[in-house]
């Protein structure tokens, strides 16, 4: 039965070794809510300026982690990262076993299906993590904990993705962690969707989204962007792309730590290194 996120408790988080990840899955049942082409954004980056990542894994092993009540999330993952690696293995891992009974049907060489959580009870160090929708349903107090839990289990160049998306995947927004810390936080969104860009605040991953308020790093890149935007006005006249690189390249000029550029701009993203926005102690 789903119910709200318990605490996930320190024994639970700290005291896992190899031979514990056989017990009690780390995490709880949660909502599962989910929709095809969810994720297409951040696949997208995936499949982009990440995919380096995949193709010089040795062990080309990615998870889907909490792919929710259907699967389709993950056979989609495993579909868009064949394109990059033809020898990708995707593995959906969801806490409750009823939701991998009934993916267990598309398996196939590739993509499997197992019941676990945070621990991550696969064989080998995978490449690539991915939790969208799911440490939103958890305590702010949680997440360094559970990052560190996933980030112990990656391989050397290994990337894990905490994300969270509306419910068709028009507003996103990912933090990416290495092995030892966070990278960047992300933002895309669908032109068309939103007045303002600080509107996709409601969709910061649980790490950020009670810090959204004044005197908070990442309230102040929402506060920069709206300006932005604003100041784009002018350029709107030649379509929301344009005006949204126009935003972008002011946040590079205004000393933002922007990762990327204008191939990535254009399609409604921004990446921003995290210690421009990482909470205050």
Same mark, same amino acid.
């Given at each position: 039965?789903?119910?709200?996120?318990?605490?996930?408790?320190?024994?639970?988080?700290?005291?896992?070794?190899?031979?514990?990840?056989?017990?009690?899955?780390?995490?709880?049942?949660?909502?599962?809510?989910?929709?095809?082409?969810?994720?297409?954004?951040?696949?997208?980056?995936?499949?982009?300026?990440?995919?380096?990542?995949?193709?010089?894994?040795?062990?080309?092993?990615?998870?889907?982690?909490?792919?929710?009540?259907?699967?389709?999330?993950?056979?989609?993952?495993?579909?868009? *990262? +064949?394109?990059?690696?033809?020898?990708?293995?995707?593995?959906?891992?969801?806490?409750?076993? &009823? !939701?991998?009974?009934? %993916? $267990?049907?598309?398996?196939?060489?590739?993509?499997?299906?197992?019941?676990?959580?945070?621990?991550?009870?696969?064989?080998?160090?995978?490449?690539?993590?991915?939790?969208?929708?799911?440490?939103?349903?958890?305590?702010?107090?949680?997440?360094?904990?559970?990052?560190?839990?996933?980030?112990?289990?990656?391989?050397?160049?290994?990337?894990?993705?905490?994300?969270?998306?509306?419910?068709?995947?028009?507003?996103?927004?990912?933090?990416?962690?290495?092995?030892?810390?966070?990278?960047? *936080? +992300?933002?895309?969104?669908?032109?068309?969707?939103?007045?303002?860009?600080?509107?996709?605040? &409601? !969709?910061?991953?649980? %790490? $950020?989204?009670?810090?959204?308020?004044?005197?908070?790093?990442?309230?102040?890149?929402?506060?920069?962007?709206?300006?932005?935007?604003?100041?784009?006005?002018?350029?709107?006249?030649?379509?929301?792309?344009?005006?949204?690189?126009?935003?972008?390249?002011?946040?590079?000029?205004?000393?933002?730590?922007?990762?990327?550029?204008?191939?990535?701009?254009?399609?409604?993203?921004?990446?921003?290194?995290?210690?421009?926005?990482?909470?205050?102690?």
């Amino acid at each position: 039965m789903v119910q709200k996120a318990e605490r996930v408790t320190a024994p639970q988080i700290t005291g896992r070794n190899a031979a514990g990840r056989q017990g009690r899955p780390v995490g709880n049942v949660t909502r599962g809510t989910t929709n095809p082409n969810r994720m297409r954004r951040l696949d997208r980056w995936l499949t982009g300026p990440q995919a380096w990542r995949l193709r010089s894994a040795a062990d080309p092993l990615v998870v889907d982690l909490g792919y929710g009540a259907t699967p389709a999330t993950a056979v989609e993952l495993y579909e868009r *990262l +064949s394109a990059v690696r033809s020898d990708v293995r995707v593995c959906g891992i969801e806490i409750e076993p &009823e !939701r991998v009974r009934a %993916a $267990l049907p598309l398996q196939r060489p590739g993509l499997s299906f197992l019941v676990g959580g945070f621990e991550l009870p696969v064989p080998g160090r995978p490449v690539l993590v991915r939790a969208f929708n799911v440490l939103r349903q958890y305590e702010e107090a949680d997440v360094a904990g559970i990052w560190r839990l996933v980030q112990d289990r990656l391989s050397a160049d290994g990337l894990f993705i905490d994300g969270t998306c509306d419910e068709i995947g028009r507003r996103v927004t990912w933090v990416a962690l290495d092995r030892s810390r966070p990278l960047s *936080l +992300s933002v895309s969104v669908r032109f068309g969707s939103f007045e303002l860009p600080s509107e996709v605040a &409601e !969709r910061l991953p649980k %790490a $950020l989204i009670h810090r959204n308020v004044p005197g908070e790093p990442v309230h102040a890149l929402m506060q920069a962007m709206d300006r932005a935007w604003l100041e784009s006005a002018p350029l709107a006249s030649f379509g929301n792309r344009q005006r949204w690189q126009a935003m972008c390249r002011a946040l590079r000029d205004a000393g933002w730590p922007v990762q990327d550029g204008p191939a990535r701009w254009r399609l409604g993203e921004l990446t921003v290194g995290w210690e421009a926005v990482a909470p205050l102690a």
